[in-house]
């Protein structure tokens, strides 16, 4: 939340080497910003906006959380995270002082500078992805930065190597950042491979991060796809215990992109041609002999030590005889940076010199019991035995059980996998981990922490000792499962997703735990159910396909299914339609869904069923079974007075009248849809499935009003179906959108305009691999080409988006673009391959050639110009449909061609008479250009001579087809 506060929102609070700026919640140092989680922000308001007086830990909740209930734990975690950003203790630098059972107050000296401007401030550069931000200084470690920026120089590989808690992640991020702040075009970005466990996921994690493409399967190969010719420095973190997939990523990747460098951390090199390891060695310790603090402070160790304890204990203060037991500290923990910060923590409770006894005596009495680890590793860990040894029994078990979550939790998660009976004393027993340096709290709006991966890895460990291992993992995936159910029935979809987004890699540590056996199966199934809807909505789906297909693997096929099953058997159907498109698999997979609904009464999973069945039927055309599905779906939600199913059942019905041909009754039905869709239901649509219903029928409404005869009516609803596309920011919705405007377009002789919108169809189609649109936009690129002359150019164009199309197998305008393709080939002599291409096209019939068959009549008739009997009937055939599906639009434009026909025949009077009838019979024809031309063509049928057809035309016979307030601005 956003803390009231006593300080003018513009203006900048100063104190010590800080800047405050409240109004755009920003600490800074200097004029670098400090990474500051939310909570611990609005602490430090509240504490500024009073500072020199005591505020209590209740002024302080209900001014950070007026709205929930929190224990006062929580104001210690992150006031101890506030401190430790501030170095308050170090070098005598104070600013909030505890006040033992009455509160916190800030001591320091504040002063008002000016009103901060927005252009002033170095906010972290964009070239920084997902790089995480450093809250401590990093000491000793020049030498390193200089070796491994010589070494990124020499080649494109670097791996960090060392033991746990060397610094290996502190030392890699320090380089990138200098990198983020060079100002250079290269980006960075940062991927810690700690949560996951299977090697398969690298890609996934790397595209997550890059914010990559995910709605199809995340390979290596779909990731050098969509990074060629990017400068990028990939910081992978964590390789050692996926050392293998990681090596033959990495390879992978540098082989195919010659723009990326690569800065590998693991406890072992990745042995792989072209790498330059650097290996991290420990701080400096100081002597033994050491006399004075200032010299002992020349070693890294010392200084680390030093300044961790000042942060922990704010009278933390040492002099000249404690140089040697502070160098007897380094010593005895080899100079490790993070054994040292755990000693450091714990002089709250032990004075400097018993600290000094009790680590000597703990790493020699272990010392034995490791022999086979290597050096490093042993002390980190002793240190790690050492730390956990003085904690209290809660303690231990909490810090045991909080090993089993991936990738960060909630005090709220952990009270719950933990079954602790008593919140206040859990969160306590949470902030002391914290203060200890066993917990780390995540920067964020809220209270999240995590576990460093050594200490998770030692946790799990104590774990299995324990024998609380499978009991806690139960815990953990229970407590999952049920927070997913719960929220989704609760949240909308678009918060759902946003809040529990970054729980995944504990919903895949869960899953894979449960997957392990049969005897879990069904809360497996309870648990992929539960989690498919969070995975859809962050485009995971070919890991949903996944982890989907593992869930029904250990069922036996013949047995009856229950409700979650089918929830799983629903999403793998899903998740294998938008990876795969329409394959014989994903058909299958909706049909046994179906069937599945069917036995257990599952009614929203049968409507859901048959919307998918009938999305098979629409793209590749059966439009009587689409008929029939869409029917069936508008009369079980008519008979059990289902809302949502009914504006459903009206967006399918529309688009299915729509593309048989009956114009007018599409267009009732999207009427009745546009008027009783809410911005709920849209937003809920789009979430799930990345279509919009609202946008897609008002543009295919608009092309059924335009062939109509309501030519502004239709012009203008393609421009609104575009607008609102565009609003959503997706690049589904504004394509189908605009793929019906440029057909609009293309069919009114607008083919410049037309030729506009599929150049950016294409390209926003094939950024997010749209391939029925891709190819759509390349046949459209095609037609306009061709029908100005480009054949050559254009038939290139046409048979990749029909190798697309087929692909993707969506052919509801295959009767246009095949016609056209045909007509270019036929204007280059060569009429039998013209005629090849319509061959498909000749067995559909009046209810499976669709709203464009027209275009197939009419292409025939010219192909067979030579043969009257065959001629004739192709053009009767085509007007006969066009009348049939009220498409004024290809009425009159099969009326002028038939006349023109008969005239090129020297039948004068047939022409005459044909287009007289004609225009009689629709007298509104002449809205559009081809019935005006007729009419002129009636008036001035004795100085006319049309000799051949015109395959390459003008727009129109008397100026543009569309206004200039309908034309598209380039």
């Not at 090697?199 to 796809?225: K, M, N, W």
């Not at 989907?548 to 099953?565: G, H, I, N």
């Not at 950016?760 to 029908?787: I, N, P, Q, T």
């Not at 095949?818 to 080939?825: G, K, N, Q, V």
């Amino acid at each position: 939340m956003l803390v009231k506060n006593q300080t003018t929102g513009s203006d900048e609070v100063l104190f010590g080497p800080f800047r405050l700026i409240p109004g755009q919640r920003l600490l800074m140092e200097g004029d670098v910003p400090l990474a500051v989680g939310s909570r611990a922000l609005d602490i430090l308001l509240v504490l500024i906006g009073r500072a020199g007086t005591i505020v209590t830990k209740r002024d302080i909740i209900d001014a950070v959380w007026p709205d929930t209930f929190v224990v006062e734990a929580n104001i210690s975690v992150h006031v101890a995270a506030l401190r430790r950003v501030l170095r308050d203790g170090k070098e005598g630098a104070r600013y909030i002082v505890n006040m033992p059972g009455r509160g916190y107050r800030f001591i320091a000296p504040v002063s008002h500078g000016g009103t901060a401007k927005n252009s002033s401030l170095p906010l972290p550069r964009p070239s920084a992805i997902g790089l995480p931000h450093q809250l401590t200084r990093l000491l000793g470690r020049s030498e390193a930065l200089k070796q491994i920026g010589l070494r990124m120089r020499q080649g494109r590989l670097v791996t960090l190597v060392g033991s746990a808690g060397i610094g290996k992640t502190s030392c890699a991020l320090a380089y990138a950042h200098s990198l983020a702040d060079s100002h250079g075009d290269e980006e960075a970005a940062f991927v810690d491979l700690s949560p996951i466990d299977d090697g398969d996921l690298i890609p996934t994690a790397i595209a997550s991060v890059l914010r990559l493409d995910l709605t199809r399967e995340v390979s290596l190969a779909s990731l050098i796809e969509q990074l060629q010719g990017q400068r990028l420095l990939l910081l992978i973190d964590n390789c050692e215990h996926l050392i293998e997939a990681a090596a033959n990523a990495i390879v992978v990747l540098l082989r195919s992109l010659p723009d990326l460098r690569v800065l590998a951390t693991s406890r072992e090199p990745l042995r792989v041609d072209g790498e330059q390891s650097y290996r991290l060695e420990a701080l400096p310790v100081p002597p033994p002999d050491v006399t004075t603090i200032r010299d002992a402070l020349a070693f890294p160790a010392a200084e680390l030590f030093i300044e961790r304890a000042a942060a922990h204990l704010s009278d933390f203060e040492v002099g000249d005889a404690d140089a040697s037991t502070v160098a007897r500290i380094c010593a005895d923990l080899d100079g490790i940076p993070l054994a040292i910060e755990f000693a450091a923590a714990r002089l709250d409770a032990f004075p400097l010199a018993g600290l000094a006894g009790l680590i000597g005596q703990h790493m020699r009495l272990a010392g034995g019991e490791r022999r086979g680890a290597p050096l490093r590793h042993r002390t980190i860990l002793n240190a790690l035995d050492w730390s956990y040894d003085l904690l209290d029994p809660t303690e231990q078990r909490l810090l045991r059980s909080l090993s089993v979550f991936s990738g960060g939790f909630t005090a709220e998660a952990s009270a719950k996998v933990v079954g602790a009976d008593d919140p206040v004393a859990h969160a306590e027993a949470l902030a002391g981990l914290v203060l200890k340096s066993l917990v780390v709290i995540e920067p964020g709006d809220d209270a999240r922490f995590r576990l460093l991966e050594i200490v998770r890895s030692h946790g799990l460990a104590k774990l299995q000792e324990n024998e609380e291992f499978d009991r806690t993992r139960l815990a953990h995936a229970e407590f999952f499962a049920a927070a997913l159910l719960e929220a989704k029935l609760r949240l909308p979809a678009e918060t759902f997703v946003a809040q529990f987004a970054i729980e995944i890699d504990n919903i895949r540590t869960g899953l894979a735990w449960t997957l392990d056996t049969p005897a879990r199966r069904q809360l497996a199934a309870h648990l992929a159910a539960s989690a498919a809807p969070l995975l859809f909505g962050m485009s995971l789906l070919a890991e949903c396909r996944r982890w989907m297909a593992a869930v029904l693997q250990v069922y036996d096929p013949d047995e009856d299914p229950t409700s979650e099953r089918l929830q799983v058997q629903a999403a793998l159907a899903a998740s294998i339609y938008f990876t795969e498109g329409l394959t014989d698999e994903t058909f299958q997979t909706w049909l046994r869904t179906l069937e599945f609904a069917e036995k257990i009464g599952d009614l929203p999973q049968i409507f859901s069923s048959l919307v998918a069945l009938w999305t098979f039927q629409i793209r590749d055309p059966d439009y009587c079974e689409a008929r029939r599905l869409a029917v069936r779906h508008a009369s079980l939600a008519k008979a059990h007075h289902d809302v949502d199913a009914r504006v459903m059942s009206d967006w399918m019905l529309g688009t299915t009248l729509h593309h048989i041909g009956d114009l007018a009754g599409a267009c009732d039905h999207f009427d009745r849809f546009l008027d009783s869709e809410t911005d709920a239901q849209r937003l809920a649509f789009v979430l799930l499935t990345g279509f919009d219903r609202r946008s897609a029928s008002r543009a295919i409404r608009a092309n059924a009003r335009w062939m109509q005869g309501a030519l502004s009516e239709g012009l203008d609803g393609a421009i609104t179906a575009a607008t609102e596309a565009r609003m959503l920011e997706k690049a589904l919705p504004l394509c189908e959108a605009l793929i019906w405007q440029g057909t609009t377009l293309f069919l009114a002789g607008e083919y410049h305009q037309a030729l506009i919108l599929a150049e950016e169809v294409s390209e926003r189609a094939s950024a997010y691999f749209l391939d029925s649109h891709s190819g759509f936009a390349f046949s459209l690129k095609g037609m306009c080409r061709a029908r100005a002359g480009a054949f050559e150019e254009g038939m290139r164009d046409i048979d990749r988006g029909l190798m697309l199309l087929g692909k993707a197998r969506y052919k509801p305008f295959h009767p246009l673009i095949l016609s056209e393709r045909a007509r270019m080939l036929a204007a280059v002599s060569q009429r039998q391959a013209a005629l090849d291409t319509l061959a498909p096209l000749a067995t559909l019939t009046r209810d499976t050639i669709g709203w464009c068959g027209s275009a197939y009549h009419l292409c025939r008739a010219e192909l067979m110009a030579h043969d009257d009997h065959a001629a004739e009937a192709a053009f009767r055939e085509g007007l006969e449909l066009a009348r049939l599906q009220t498409s004024l639009f290809w009425e009159m434009r099969l009326l002028l061609r038939h006349g023109e026909w008969h005239r090129s025949r020297g039948r004068m009077e047939a022409a005459v008479e044909c287009w007289t009838k004609g225009l009689a019979a629709s007298p509104r024809g002449k809205t559009f250009a081809d019935g005006r031309q007729i009419a002129r063509l009636i008036e001035e049928h004795g100085s006319i001579s049309v000799n051949r057809l015109r395959l390459v035309e003008p727009a129109s016979a008397d100026g543009p087809a569309i206004p200039e307030n309908h034309r598209i601005k380039e």
